[in-house]
T-cell receptor, first 117, second 115 residues
Framework: AQKITQTQPGMFVQEKEAVTLDCTYDTSDPSYGLFWYKQPSSGEMIFLIYQGSYDQQNATEGRYSLNFQKARKSANLVISASQLGDSAMYFC??????????????FGKGITLSVRP | EAGVAQSPRYKIIEKRQSVAFWCNPISGHATLYWYQQILGQGPKLLIQFQNNGVVDDSQLPKDRFSAERLKGVDSTLKIQPAKLEDSAVYLC?????????????FGPGTRLLVL
């Protein structure tokens, strides 16, 4: 069974600095996808970035990059140049087998990030 | 392009009452998901539809929860009767259902409080 582990307590970062949010995963499937979502206090889950297990390069989306270490089974999110609006809960998730319509997500417990002015 | 729509945004009910939530996915998305998110936890999948068929409802408490997607577009999730432990955010998500396009896009959620 797939498992996502996010163990960091609440994280704090100074505005304009970079921050890394940790995520480790466990799966026996050779093919899987890793996702990061942001959930502000309003409650909506906002898709940030995706990494496929066979992707050779780390994914990047604007200020977000995913540090994918396949051998270590880690998929850490790096946010560069933090902004006050980045304060939110961040969830790591992975697809648990299947593809297309059979794809399902398993989520971690999330990490709270607070950006200080 | 419009995102996933959900209503209502907030609902407060007494235990043993019934409640229904509505979701309209992104246009053209064949796969629709309902999640339950209890405070301080990650979302937990309740049910997954492909068009108007159920793909997975293994974690849906079927004695009190039901869901349908009759025409393969909108979906309704119902709880009857509600219990105190059903207090949570109910999130709807959709994806295209195509291989290689597994990203799920979420709606704003419905916050349910059962008193």
């Amino acid at each position: 069974a797939q498992k996502i582990t996010q163990t960091q307590p609440g994280m704090f970062v100074q505005e304009k600095e970079a921050v890394t949010l940790d995520c480790t995963y466990d799966t026996s499937d050779p093919s899987y996808g890793l996702f990061w979502y942001k959930q502000p206090s309003s409650g909506e889950m906002i898709f940030l970035i995706y990494q496929g297990s066979y992707d050779q390069q780390n994914a990047t989306e604007g200020r977000y990059s995913l540090n994918f270490q396949k051998a270590r089974k880690s998929a850490n999110l790096v946010i560069s140049a933090s902004q006050l609006g980045d304060s939110a809960m961040y969830f790591c998730a992975m697809t648990n087998g299947g593809a297309g319509a059979n794809s399902k997500l398993t989520f971690g417990k999330g990490i709270t990030l607070s950006v200080r002015p | 392009e419009a995102g996933v729509a959900q209503s209502p945004r907030y609902k407060i009910i007494e235990k043993r009452q019934s409640v229904a939530f509505w979701c309209n996915p992104i246009s053209g998305h064949a796969t629709l998901y309902w999640y339950q998110q209890i405070l301080g936890q990650g979302p937990k999948l309740l049910i997954q539809f492909q068009n108007n068929g159920v793909v997975d409802d293994s974690q849906l408490p079927k004695d009190r929860f039901s869901a349908e997607r009759l025409k393969g577009v909108d979906s309704t999730l119902k709880i009857q009767p509600a219990k105190l432990e059903d207090s949570a955010v109910y999130l709807c998500a959709s994806s295209s259902g195509r291989v290689g396009q597994e990203t799920q896009y979420f709606g704003p959620g419905t916050r349910l409080l059962v008193l």
